[in-house]
């Protein structure tokens, strides 16, 4: 069965610092998404990418993240200085139209010290 | 803007009985979808069940099915013959039909299930 794939499963980094995080949508999919779901809380909508441009952000989704899709296959999330507060699950999610389920990956664990 | 509520933050029902796990939201749209998903301590979001809102049936599957009360803007999910692997956090969440593409979601419930 196709699954979403997200690299790493879990990231530690320094407070400053970038991080990417890496999605491998279901291969025909056309919609990708991140969400993110700090520790105990519910999952928060970032952003969804369509025809390789944003087509909707959260008010979470500032200047410090950017998206991409580099290849035919991956979908990355950047978070260009990282703080204290962006430690969280961050989950990618495809699909193939809008009004479809998302399918979701197993999420990276991100630990900002 | 769309909101999705779950009352319960923590459920438990003994293996082999039913629990019913409630969900509430808010809409002024008439068309739109719902879903449960499931999140096992490994922390993968899994979908569990899904509705439209036109449709007046309640969707099943196998040991799964959801009491869809449109009027009342009400969304729970029922599981029969609880097994040990249901325990898990679920989420009840909304996607509108059009325009907006994202999942809102509700705050969870954990469900723990007792043998």
């Known amino acids: 069965e196709p699954e979403v794939t997200q690299t790493p499963s879990h990231q530690v980094t320094q407070m400053g610092q970038e991080v990417i995080l890496r999605c491998v949508p279901i291969s025909n999919h056309l919609y990708f998404y991140w969400y993110r779901q700090i520790l105990g809380q519910k999952v928060e909508f970032l952003v969804s990418?369509?025809?390789?441009?944003?087509?909707?952000k959260s008010e979470i989704f500032d200047d410090q993240f950017s998206v991409e899709r580099p290849d035919g296959s991956n979908f990355t999330l950047k978070i260009r200085s990282t703080k204290l507060e962006d430690s969280a699950m961050y989950f990618c999610a495809s699909n193939l139209r809008l009004t479809t389920e998302a399918f979701f990956g197993q999420g990276t664990r991100l630990t900002v010290v | 803007a769309q909101t999705v509520t779950q009352s319960q933050p923590e459920m438990s029902v003994q293996e082999a009985e039913t629990v019913t796990l409630s969900c509430t939201y808010d809409t002024s749209e008439s068309d739109y979808y719902l879903f449960w998903y499931k999140q096992p301590p490994s922390r993968q979001m899994i979908l569990v069940i899904r509705?439209?809102?036109?449709?007046?049936q309640n969707a099943t599957e196998n040991r799964f099915s959801v009491n869809f009360q449109k009027a009342a803007k009400s969304f729970s999910l029922k599981i029969s013959d609880s097994q040990l692997g249901d325990a898990a956090m679920y989420f009840c969440?909304?996607?509108?039909?059009?325009?907006?593409?994202?999942?809102?979601f509700g705050k969870g419930t954990k469900l723990t299930v007792n043998p």
């Open positions: 990418f369509y025809n390789n441009e944003i087509s909707e």
């Open positions: 509705q439209e809102a036109y449709k007046q």
């Open positions: 969440a909304y996607l509108t039909q059009g325009g907006s593409e994202k999942l809102v």
